[in-house]
């Protein structure tokens, strides 16, 4: 179970953190990612992290949140978190958490490769 948390109305130029309780995995997901959809628009992906098992982690972020974002997990707490700041209203849409128990590396991207998600967490990003 995938559980969203830290969306509402944020005004722009602000930052925000989402959070994502993980539970129900015997072992960790080595894939975690957050994504974004707006309606009528396919769903994005935001960010991704990807472990492989000797411990390496690749992270990709979208082109549109280059250097305004950072993903990363707390794997004592079951948590991943996204980090977004300089918001727009561009940036407005529900915000998903997915995870793969694969190591996906570069294709973290794809949502597709998920086979867990959570119900989503809105954000507003309006004045």
């Known amino acids: 179970q995938l559980v969203e948390s830290g969306g509402g109305l944020v005004q722009p130029g602000k930052s925000l953190r989402l959070s994502c309780e993980i539970s129900g995995f015997n072992l960790q997901p080595r894939s975690v990612g957050w994504f974004r959809q707006v309606p009528g628009q396919e769903r994005e992906v935001v960010s991704c992290?990807?472990?492989?098992?000797?411990?390496?982690?690749?992270?990709v972020h979208a082109e549109a949140v280059q250097g305004r974002a950072a993903i990363s997990r707390d794997d004592g707490n079951k948590t991943v978190f996204l980090d977004m700041n300089h918001l727009s209203p561009e940036d407005s849409a529900v915000y998903y958490c997915?995870?793969?128990?694969?190591?996906?590396?570069?294709?973290?991207?794809?949502?597709?490769?998920?086979?867990?998600w959570g119900r989503g967490t809105q954000v507003t990003v309006s004045s």
């Open positions: 992290l990807s472990r492989n098992d000797d411990g390496r982690l690749t992270e």
């Open positions: 997915a995870a793969s128990i694969d190591s996906l590396l570069g294709a973290c991207v794809r949502s597709t490769k998920y086979g867990f």
